[in-house]
C-alpha cells in the first residue's frame, strides 16, 4: 500500500475556496435586500429633499392604501382564475401526446413555442391581435358574426380580464405540458393496465394510481407559475398597462408605477417588503400543504 | 427635400428671402450659429450626450445636426434614445445617481419645475450671456419664450418645438354644395368649420349621418389616455374650467364644466369611427391621411403629412399615403385655445462633465439659422417656435397651403393654453391618463371626476398645500395658462 502524502492540506481550505462565492451572492443578494429595509423605512422619494427616518409611516400606509390592496386583489384573480385552467389544459395535452403518434416530436417543440417568446413581445403581439381597427381576431369574428366586430378587449371591463388571463394560458400552459407530459411518461405503465383490467375507470385509475405518481412534479409545477403569476408584469403591461383606469393593474405594475414613474422609493420599498412577506408565508404554507417538504 | 448647407449658406438663404429687417435678424441669427461653432473648436475631439425622445424625433440629431455640429466643430454627439415616458425618469436617476451620464437633455416644459427643484438642470444664464445668445432668445416666439424658458426668473431651457394642437379639416367635404345641403337640411345651419366644442358636436354628428355612407366620420380623434390627456385639459379650460381653486388649492376639475366635459367627450364616440377609443397618435393620422374622418385635431406633422410634404423619405414610410393632399384646412382647435401641448426644450444636466461643451451645442441647435433648417425636415417633428419661422419664404414654398398652415400655427401659439406645470406635475397627469381610461371603460362621469379630484387633493396635500399654492399661482399667472375670457 502506499504511502499518503506527507503534506496535509489546509482544513480551511475548503472555505476559501468557496468565500469569493458566498461574497458575490452575499454583495448582490443580501446587500440590496438590508439595503432596501433600511430605505423603507425612510422618506426618500426622488422629488423631495427630506430623506429623514420616517420610522413605520410607510408601513402604515399600506393599511390605507386603497389602490395597492385592489391590485393584490387583481393579482390574486388573475391566479386563481388561469392557474387551475393552466394546470388542466398542460394535463389534457400531456394525455393527448403520451401516446406515441406520427410527428409527435414535431407538435411538442411546436407546442412549446410560446414559452420561449418574450413576454413582453407575447403582450405587445396581442395587443396587435387584439386591435380593433387592424387586429385580426375582430376580423375573423366579424366572419362568423356575418358584420363587423368591434370589441375592444383591451378597454372593455367584461373583456380586458378574459383577454389577459387568454394570452397568459396561451404562453404559459406549454409549459405545465412540457412538465406534465415528462412526469406522465415516467409513470408505471403496468399499474394503470392491471387497474384497467381490473375495471377501474379512467378518473379512479387517475386519482389513485397516476396522480399520486406525478403529484411531486406537478406540485413543482403549481408552485413555479404560482409564483411567476403573483409576478406577472409584461403581458399586461404590454396589454392594458393595468387599464382601464388600475382595473387590470397588478400588485407587479403598481409597484413599478409607484417607485418608477412616481418616484416614491421608500413607500415602493415598504410594498416589496409586504410582497416578500406575503409570498413567504403562501409558499411556506404551499410547501407544507403539498407535502414537498418531505 | 431638405438639403444639409453649411452654416453660413443658411444664414444667407434664409436671409435674401425676406425684408431688410427680415434680413438683419438672419445675420444676427448665423452670428449666434457662428459663436457657438467657433468657441466649440476648442473641445474637438470630445463627445457629448444628449438625451432625445426615441423615434423620428432623433433623427435630427443623428442624421442632420449630429453630423453636421461634428463637422463643423470636431465634436462627436452621442445620441440616447428614451422613449417619451421614460425620459423624466432618466434623467431624474441619472441626477440623483450622479453619475452624469448625459450633456444635454431635452425637456418636456412642464416638467421643468421640478427638475429644478430637484437640482437636476444648469442655470443657463452665465452661459447665455457669456456666449451672447440674448437677443436670439427675445425672437422665440412669446408663447413659448415667456412660459416654457424660466423657472424662478432663471434660465433653463431653449423653447424648441412649437408644439401645438391644430384642427385639421377637409376643405372639399366642408365646401362640397351637396353635403352643405344636406347639413342645412338636417341641422338647420350652415355647414362651418366648428369655433367652440357644441358647434363641434352638432357638425361632426351630423357629417357622420350625411358621410358614413362613403365609409367617411365627422371626425375622429386620438383617445388613447396620454393623448386624451392633453386634449382634456385643452378643451376644460376652453369651456371655462379652473384646475384648482387659487385659495384652498382644492381640486376643480370635478366641476360641472370638468363632469359636462367629459359627458360630451365620451358622448361623441358614438359618431365617431367604432374602436376609436383606442386610437392612438398613428390609427388617428391613418384614418385622417386616408380620408376617413372630415375632421380632426393632432400636432403640427399631421399638417405636413397630409401635405404629402417628405412622406417620400425614407424615415417616413410608414406614414399612410396622403389621398387628402391639398384638401386640408387648418383652424383653431373648438374655444380658440389650442393647448401646447407637450414640447420640447433643450437644457444641460448639472452633473454634466461637459456644460460648456453641451451648451454651446444647444446654442448652436437653437440658433434662428439652424432651427429653421431643423423645424423643416419632415421626419423629426420638431414644430416652428420662432417668428421667423412662421414667415420662412423657404417654409412658406414647402407645399401650396403651407402659408394657412404656418398662420394657423402661428395664432396658435399666440392664443395656446400651456400644460398644467406645478409641483410634481406627472403625478396630477397621470390621475387624469386614468380618469380618461375610465371614462372608455363606461364608468359615470360624475364618479369618475369626483375620484379623481381627491387624488389630485391627495397629492396636494402629501406635497404641501402652500408650496402648492405658490406654485400654482406662479403658473396661472403666465399669459397661457387660461383663456382671457
Partial sequence: ??????????????????????????AVGLFPLIYSLIVSFMRIDMMDTDTSFAGLYNYKQLFKDARLWQSLLHTLIITAVALPLELIFGLAMAYLFLEKMPGRQIFVSLLVLPTIISPIVAGATWRLLLDNQYGPINQMLGWFAGHRVNLLWTINPYLVYPAIIFCEIWQWTPFMFLILLAALSNVDKSQTEAAEIDGASFIRSFRYIVLPAIWPVMAIAILIRGLDLFRIFDIIWALTMGGPGTMTETISIYTYNEGFKQFETSYTAAIAFLVIAILTVTVTWAIRRMGLAK | MVTRRDVGKIGLSAGLAGSTSFAARQAAAADAAQTAVDAAKKYSGQTISIVWEAGLQALDPLHFSGPKWKEL??????????ATADMFTKIMQDYKSGAGAYDA????PSWMPDLVNAGALEDLDPYVDKYGYRDELQKIAPTFRDNQMMVNGKIYGFPDDGDIFVLYFRKDIFADPAVQAAFKAKTGKDLAVPKTWAEFDVTGAALTDIL??????????FRQPPYAMFMFQERFRNEGGKFFDADTMKATINSDIGVKVLTDTRAENAWMPPGVEQWGFVENLAAFLQGQTAMTISWPPYGRWAAGYGTDQEALNWVPKTQIAGKVGYAMTPGGHPELAAGFCLSISSTSKNKDAAYLFIQWLNSEAISMERVQLPYTLRDPFRDSQYVSAEYLSRWP???????????????????????????YEEVLRQMISKLWAGDDPKAIADAAAADWDAITEKIGVDKQKAAYANWASKSGAYPKM
Fill in chain 1, 1 to 26: 500500500m502506499p504511502a499518503i502524502t506527507a503534506h496535509q492540506p489546509d482544513r480551511n481550505f475548503r472555505y476559501w475556496i468557496i468565500a469569493p462565492a458566498i461574497f458575490l451572492l452575499l
Fill in chain 2, 212 to 221: 358614413k355612407d362613403k365609409g367617411q366620420y365627422g371626425a375622429g380623434f
Fill in chain 2, 73 to 82: 466643430t470636431g465634436m462627436d454627439v452621442k445620441v440616447i434614445e428614451v
Fill in chain 2, 401 to 427: 397651403d403651407a402659408k394657412d398652415y404656418l398662420a394657423t400655427l402661428q395664432e396658435g401659439a399666440q392664443n395656446g393654453l400651456l400644460d398644467l406645470s406645478i409641483l410634481q406635475t406627472d403625478k
Fill in chain 2, 105 to 108: 437633455l431635452n425637456v418636456i
